[in-house]
């Protein structure tokens, strides 16, 4: 277990937080009231989420063996599509 707290882990830690992190948003937006949803939910996308897998992940491809590294670049791939995805429609938009 103290191994895992090593810096060596970062990215295959950021691939799970990333993923668990889905599941906890999936499950605010099922089991939480609305009004309380509004709020929390954006606190946690940004705060709990997305901030730490990017640490997580800038960190595994920092250090660690391969597999660290591969994890980290999994994550800030995922992190940086929907982005493009978002800036490439908007451009295909607008020229139509």
């Known amino acids: 277990m103290i191994s895992l ?51 997580l992940a800038i960190s595994g491809l920092r250090r660690g063996n391969i597999a660290n590294r591969v994890c980290g670049a999994l994550v800030l791939i995922a992190l940086a599509a929907p982005l493009v995805f978002i800036i490439w429609a908007s451009l295909i938009l607008r020229n139509h």
Request: a negative charge; glycine letters at 8%; one cysteine or more.
């Open 5 to 55: 707290l090593k810096r060596e882990w970062h990215g295959v830690l950021a691939l799970i937080w990333l993923l668990c992190g889905l599941g906890v948003e999936v499950a605010i937006e099922c089991f939480v009231d609305e009004l309380v949803r509004e709020y929390f939910s954006v606190m946690w996308i940004f705060a709990g989420w997305l901030v730490p897998a990017f640490l």
